[in-house]
């Protein structure tokens, strides 16, 4: 909930108590700058210890509620009929109305088995957006990706409110180049990640639906932020105000031929599944899971996971628990606005997503804006965030670099992690580094695996800017700061 104070201001606000917290450090900036050269620039690489506030993602980092710890306590461990998978499966019937469920160990494990099963090499997948690990699986078996957002999508300064919409001129054309026979499957990704966490509308997926419905396309859903994109209807969407997140819910499931979601995102610590209502789609899967995860009863999670899950599925359907996530994303960003800091508007799920290459406009896109302000801010403030720019693509087949549309850095908001002085000193730090901004240049890979590299690529400064940023850091905040 976002509070009205009586001067006016809005704060978002707990709607939780905090009953077990973990102890965190924030070191001296020399000793930041040792971690950061030594991780290769790339804050994947950075031991947990030596971060102050991780922001670097919300998948697998959330807060569990004690009914959830309750659950994990009285998992039923048989390999074959687990009690958990039953409960799981009752909780996604009920919340999310599928009846048919394939639980595999994480999100990217259900973007394997789906396009495994739907592409022939040479298909087309068309997306709203890509993610990283679904675009990696869609080229694994041998098939093409289309992004077909609409324009205002790219614009990080629009302030459209479904940013995630699919462009339906640029789909049906799409369909009548490739023929409808040439494409695997349509993927609407329910707040997208990479464009800044935007939502869909009901009417944009509406429309999709028949679209692919009458070409006899299946339509499939990422779900992992389901609850979010929910919420956002609600609060955007008009004919959406008085409905429940349940209904939102439900009403987007029953467009879906098969939906999937990486549980680390909102419902558990590990974990994800498919499910569907048909069983053509179900059966022509179903015999991968066992080679590829586990058998049918859990697929790749331990019982413990799939309990967290059940009630997690259960719980992200209740506002107060996705909805405070965007209430302290949507108080980052305007924050962010305030101070003057370029940033995705409108506020999405899941991040703070700052525009580097307005931040840091004179830093080239070959010398990675996103990833240079990752290592800066981390520097600066011990704060980790993601680089969701030109590192987290990948080269194309002639190895050439594929420069990314926008270049973001990511300061995800796991739920109930972080209060809003957390925020507060994030945009603090942001706040002087924008300041300092001349003072940051590019990066260069020293080490670059050949895919998915932004999680263990290593780079170094293109010259000595972090050392240059140091002095005058200590200039500014004090030796120990
Ligand atoms: C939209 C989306 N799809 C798929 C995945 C992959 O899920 P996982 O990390 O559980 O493999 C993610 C992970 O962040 C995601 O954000």
Same mark, same amino acid.
């Given at each position: 909930?976002?509070?009205?104070?009586?001067?006016?201001?809005?704060?978002?606000?707990?709607?939780?108590?905090?009953?077990?917290?973990?102890?965190?450090?924030?070191?001296?900036?020399?000793?930041?700058?040792?971690?950061?050269?030594?991780?290769?620039?790339?804050?994947?690489?950075?031991?947990?210890?030596?971060?102050?506030?991780?922001? %670097?993602?919300?998948?697998?980092?959330?807060?569990?509620?004690?009914?959830?710890?309750? *659950?994990?306590?009285?998992?039923?461990?048989?390999?074959?009929?687990?009690?958990?998978?039953?409960?799981?499966?009752?909780?996604?019937?009920?919340?999310?109305?599928?009846?048919?469920?394939?639980?595999?160990?994480?999100?990217? *494990?259900?973007?394997?088995?789906?396009?495994?099963?739907?592409?022939?090499?040479?298909?087309?997948?068309?997306?709203?957006?890509? +993610?990283? /690990?679904?675009?990696?699986?869609?080229?694994?078996?041998?098939?093409?990706?289309?992004?077909?957002?609409?324009?205002?999508?790219?614009?990080?300064?629009?302030?459209?409110?479904?940013?995630?919409?699919?462009?339906?001129?640029?789909?049906?054309?799409?369909?009548?180049?490739?023929?409808?026979?040439?494409?695997?499957?349509?993927?609407?990704?329910?707040?997208?990640?990479?464009?800044?966490?935007?939502?869909?509308?009901?009417?944009?997926?509406?429309?999709?639906?028949?679209?692919?419905?009458?070409?006899?396309?299946?339509?499939?859903?990422?779900?992992?932020?389901?609850?979010?994109?929910?919420? %956002?209807?609600?609060?955007?969407?008009?004919?959406?105000?008085?409905?429940?997140?349940?209904?939102?819910?439900?009403?987007?499931?029953?467009? $879906?031929?098969? +939906?999937?979601?990486?549980?680390?995102?909102?419902?558990?610590?590990?974990?994800?599944?498919?499910?569907?209502?048909?069983?053509?789609?179900?059966?022509?899967?179903?015999?991968?899971?066992?080679?590829?995860?586990?058998?049918? /009863?859990?697929?790749?999670?331990?019982?413990?996971?799939?309990?967290?899950?059940?009630?997690?599925?259960?719980?992200?359907?209740?506002?107060?628990?996705?909805?405070?996530?965007?209430?302290?994303?949507?108080?980052?960003?305007?924050?962010?606005?305030?101070?003057?800091?370029?940033?995705?508007?409108? $506020?999405?799920?899941?991040?703070?997503?700052?525009? *580097?290459?307005?931040?840091?406009?004179?830093?080239?896109?070959?010398?990675?804006?996103?990833?240079?302000?990752?290592?800066?801010? +981390?520097?600066?403030?011990?704060?980790?965030?993601?680089?969701?720019?030109?590192?987290?693509?990948?080269?194309?087949?002639?190895?050439?670099?594929?420069?990314?549309?926008?270049?973001? %850095?990511?300061?995800?908001?796991?739920?109930?992690?972080?209060?809003?002085?957390?925020?507060?000193?994030?945009?603090?730090?942001?706040?002087?580094?924008?300041?300092?901004?001349?003072?940051?240049?590019?990066?260069?890979?020293?080490?670059?695996?050949?895919?998915?590299?932004?999680?263990?690529?290593?780079?170094?400064?293109?010259?000595?800017?972090?050392?240059?940023?140091?002095?005058?850091?200590?200039?500014?905040?004090?030796?120990?700061?």
């Amino acid at each position: 909930m976002l509070i009205k104070l009586s001067d006016g201001r809005s704060l978002p606000i707990e709607l939780h108590r905090i009953k077990i917290v973990q102890k965190t450090e924030l070191q001296p900036i020399d000793l930041r700058f040792k971690k950061i050269i030594e991780a290769g620039c790339n804050t994947f690489i950075l031991k947990s210890r030596d971060v102050f506030i991780d922001m %670097l993602t919300d998948s697998g980092t959330n807060a569990m509620s004690d009914n959830q710890l309750a *659950a994990m306590m009285v998992a039923d461990d048989a390999y074959a009929g687990s009690e958990s998978f039953f409960k799981l499966q009752s909780a996604i019937k009920d919340v999310l109305g599928f009846k048919l469920v394939l639980p595999v160990h994480q999100g990217r *494990a259900a973007e394997h088995l789906i396009s495994r099963v739907l592409i022939k090499p040479g298909d087309t997948v068309i997306m709203n957006y890509h +993610f990283t /690990t679904s675009k990696v699986h869609v080229l694994f078996a041998g098939g093409m990706v289309e992004e077909l957002c609409i324009d205002e999508a790219l614009n990080t300064e629009s302030i459209h409110p479904f940013k995630g919409n699919m462009d339906i001129e640029k789909l049906k054309n799409s369909i009548k180049n490739h023929g409808r026979e040439k494409i695997a499957f349509i993927r609407m990704e329910a707040t997208t990640n990479l464009l800044g966490g935007q939502p869909f509308s009901m009417d944009n997926l509406k429309k999709v639906k028949k679209i692919a419905e009458i070409n006899k396309i299946p339509l499939v859903i990422d779900g992992s932020l389901i609850a979010e994109n929910a919420i %956002l209807i609600k609060r955007r969407e008009k004919g959406f105000e008085k409905k429940s997140v349940e209904t939102i819910i439900h009403e987007i499931m029953s467009l $879906a031929d098969i +939906f999937y979601f990486s549980g680390r995102k909102s419902s558990s610590s590990r974990g994800g599944a498919i499910a569907t209502n048909n069983k053509e789609l179900f059966d022509r899967m179903a015999p991968f899971l066992p080679v590829f995860e586990g058998f049918f /009863t859990y697929g790749g999670m331990s019982s413990k996971e799939m309990e967290a899950m059940a009630v997690g599925i259960r719980e992200m359907a209740d506002d107060d628990v996705a909805g405070t996530v965007l209430d302290f994303v949507q108080f980052f960003v305007n924050r962010c606005v305030e101070e003057k800091i370029p940033v995705v508007t409108p $506020a999405g799920g899941l991040a703070c997503h700052v525009d *580097a290459k307005k931040f840091l406009s004179h830093v080239p896109q070959s010398e990675y804006p996103a990833g240079a302000l990752a290592a800066a801010m +981390f520097l600066v403030s011990g704060v980790r965030g993601m680089e969701r720019g030109t590192i987290s693509m990948e080269r194309d087949k002639d190895g050439r670099e594929v420069m990314a549309d926008i270049e973001l %850095l990511r300061l995800a908001v796991p739920r109930r992690v972080f209060t809003a002085s957390h925020i507060e000193f994030a945009v603090d730090r942001l706040k002087w580094l924008i300041k300092n901004r001349h003072l940051v240049h590019g990066l260069k890979f020293f080490e670059e695996p050949p895919v998915l590299r932004f999680f263990v690529g290593k780079l170094k400064p293109v010259d000595d800017w972090m050392e240059r940023l140091v002095i005058k850091f200590k200039k500014d905040f004090g030796e120990d700061a």
